[in-house]
């Protein structure tokens, strides 16, 4: 008696499982591969500081003398609150520093970093351009 034939679902003709091996997890036994593994933690470590410095001191530098600062000062001798000063302007600060990274997150996965890096430099020579016609018409 002859099998029906049998037409394969839609779905197994997606089903890649058996095509695709299982990921093998590093062998932690050979000294190469735990030097490896340290390296790139090592690595990896070093970026993050890295980015983490370099914001830091970006951001540090930029706010020194800023009109935050001005108004944070301010705030804080009229007020004789420093601590709540200070926890309302560094609260601030850190959700508009969250609204920057979630929307520079977005960016990056919409736009190209070429083209983010032109829309930034036409950004900042039009605002050089203003403060310069600001300046020379005062």
């Known amino acids: 008696m002859a099998q029906p ?69 301010l705030m804080s001798a009229q007020s004789h609150k420093p601590l709540t000063v200070f926890i309302g302007a560094a609260t601030a600060l850190i959700a508009t520093s969250l609204v920057g990274v979630l929307l520079g997150r977005w960016l990056s996965k919409v736009l190209t970093p070429r083209t983010l890096e032109r829309v930034t430099g036409v950004i900042l020579a039009v605002v050089s351009v203003l403060l310069f016609i600001d300046v020379a018409g005062a």
Do not use: H, Y
């Open 5 to 73: 034939e049998t037409t394969p679902s839609p779905a197994a003709a997606f089903d890649t499982s058996a095509d695709i091996a299982a990921p093998v997890a590093p062998s932690k036994d050979s000294p190469l591969e735990q030097n490896t593994s340290q390296a790139s933690q090592k690595a990896s470590f070093r970026d993050v500081m890295s980015c983490f410095l370099s914001t830091f001191v970006t951001i540090f530098l930029a706010e020194i003398g800023d009109k935050t600062q001005i108004a944070t000062l």
